[in-house]
């Protein structure tokens, strides 16, 4: 697994049980100082459990987890006061939004016109100053977000943990949080870890990715790596890599999976060796013409279905089924059917491959 060069956040041998069962295991896991790491991972994973241990509201089995390199339940307290957190539920205070936001610098004792002088930057930052007066009860889920993150920044903390503070807004409202957000998080430059499920925003936010799977530690790796190179199946199938085929190298860069012959720009494996090859269903192109280039087969469309922008095509070559994700506008003018043959186009680059042991 790859590790940050300059790390913040240590994790050694990290056991928290439920009921004496192991619901996070994690030998070692390095997080980098002032990037944002996407804690990524099917439910039940043991995302937001890893959260709160880094909290400290969870207390481990076993393991160690240290800040700068000190042990960050020596002084529990000290260790807090350099953190913040937001949630998706806000978890705002029955008091006014400046109130709320002041909230955690009147706890650390910070007079009150540096207090007010805080609050006013971190409102204006996130585009809400007139909602100072407000009362916290008569917000829209999109307001109590921007002032939970408000709150959250306003102590400037060395490392921020958030648990999907994304998630509980309607759409538009979503985008202009997380453009927002991202702006900010790449000035102020806290230590930034964050939980979430959604593949574009884990792309759009993180540095660096974790990738949860049975409350262990799968792939390590910038996100885009994770989501185009997996690290096995597992991953593979969760980061929606619908094709997964086994296949074998039958010569330096070709491999050979259900008939049909298949290149690659990936590190070859030994001759004769098993591989799970991997393709995203976005990177097959389907047409009805052949130019020679890259890896072509003939297959048949036996399932269509529309999926929004894309029409999702089910095909089967020789014994391979294969899954291509094709644009509405291109599948119209292609005017593809069940039973119609097409000829599937991959280019050598985007298949991945996994090398497996017989």
Request: glycine fraction near 8%; hydrophobic fraction near 40%; charge should be negative.
């Amino acid at each position: 697994m790859n590790s940050p060069s300059d790390t913040h956040l240590q994790v050694r041998d990290l056991i928290i049980q439920r009921g004496g069962v192991n619901v996070l295991k994690i030998d070692a896991l390095d997080l980098p100082r002032g990037l944002v790491t996407v804690i990524i991972g099917p439910n039940g994973s043991g995302k937001s459990t890893l959260l709160a241990a880094l909290q400290l509201v969870l207390h481990p089995s076993r393991g160690t987890l240290t800040l700068d390199g000190q042990p960050m339940d020596a002084d529990p307290v000290k260790t807090r006061r350099r953190m913040s957190a937001a949630f998706q539920e806000p978890l705002l205070l029955s008091m006014s939004v400046q109130a709320n936001v002041e909230l955690p610098l009147r706890l650390r004792g910070v007079d009150r016109q540096a207090r007010r002088e805080s609050a006013e930057h971190w409102l204006e930052r996130f585009g809400i100053t007139e909602l100072a007066r407000r009362h916290a009860r008569q917000l829209s889920g999109g307001e109590a977000q921007r002032v939970s993150l408000a709150r959250a920044f306003a102590s400037q903390p060395e490392v921020l943990l958030l648990d999907e503070p994304f998630a509980g807004v309607d759409a538009p409202t979503r985008e202009g949080l997380i453009e927002d957000f991202a702006e900010i998080v790449s000035e102020a430059r806290p230590t930034t870890v964050l939980v979430t499920h959604d593949r574009d925003e884990a792309l759009r936010l993180g540095d660096y990715a974790v990738l949860l799977i049975g409350g262990r530690v799968r792939q390590t790796a910038a996100p885009a790596d994770i989501f185009e190179r997996p690290a096995d199946r597992a991953v593979a199938e969760f980061v929606g890599m619908e094709n997964v085929w086994e296949g074998r190298r039958s010569e330096s860069g070709v491999y050979r999976a259900g008939g049909v012959r298949l290149a690659s720009t990936a590190r070859s494996i030994a001759l004769g060796a098993p591989a799970l090859l991997c393709v995203r269903p976005e990177r097959i192109t389907l047409t009805h013409t052949t130019d020679s280039a890259g890896n072509e087969f003939r297959a048949v469309v036996r399932a269509i279905r529309p999926r929004g922008p894309v029409v999702r095509a089910e095909l089967t070559s020789s014994r391979l089924e294969l899954t291509a994700d094709v644009p509405v506008t291109v599948w119209h003018d292609l005017g593809l059917t069940i039973g119609d043959e097409a000829i599937a186009r991959i280019a050598p680059a985007d298949l991945h491959v996994i090398e497996v042991s017989d």
